[in-house]
C-alpha cells in the first residue's frame, strides 16, 4: 500500500477495478494472521488490495469520467488514521 506524505488530507478506499467506492471488509476469524479480504459490491472485485485516494482526487476522477461540468456532490465515509 502506498500512502502520500502529505497525511492532512482525508482519504477514501475505492475498488481497484472499478473505482467505485463501494468496498466492504469481509469479517474473518483468521484478520491476525491473513490480509482483510475487500469486497466490491458493484464489479464483485473480491481481494485484499485497494486504492487509498485523497477525497478532492476521488470527486475530480468522477467529474472527469462522467463528462460533468458542474462539480459532483459526494458522500463519503472518510477514513481517519490513527496514527
Same mark, same amino acid.
Given at each position: 500500500?502506498?500512502?502520500?506524505?502529505?497525511?492532512?488530507? /482525508?482519504?477514501?478506499?475505492?475498488? &481497484?477495478?472499478? !473505482?467505485k467506492?463501494? !468496498? /466492504?471488509?469481509?469479517p /474473518?476469524?483468521?484478520?491476525?494472521?491473513? &490480509?482483510?479480504?475487500? /469486497?466490491?459490491s458493484?464489479?464483485d472485485y473480491?481481494? &485484499?488490495?485497494?486504492?487509498?485516494? &485523497?477525497?478532492?482526487?476521488?470527486?475530480?476522477l468522477?467529474?472527469e469520467?462522467?463528462?460533468?461540468?458542474?462539480q459532483?456532490?459526494?458522500?463519503v465515509?472518510?477514513?481517519?488514521?490513527?496514527?
Open positions: 500500500m502506498i500512502r502520500r506524505e502529505n497525511h492532512s488530507q /482525508s482519504v477514501i478506499r475505492v475498488c &481497484p477495478i472499478c !473505482l467506492s463501494t !468496498l /466492504s471488509i469481509q /474473518s476469524f483468521l484478520t491476525f494472521i491473513v &490480509p482483510s479480504t475487500y /469486497s466490491c458493484n464489479c473480491k481481494g &485484499p488490495i485497494f486504492a487509498e485516494v &485523497p477525497v478532492e482526487d476521488y470527486i475530480q468522477l467529474n469520467k462522467e463528462g460533468n461540468t458542474e459532483l456532490h459526494v458522500n465515509d472518510i477514513i481517519e488514521d490513527d496514527e
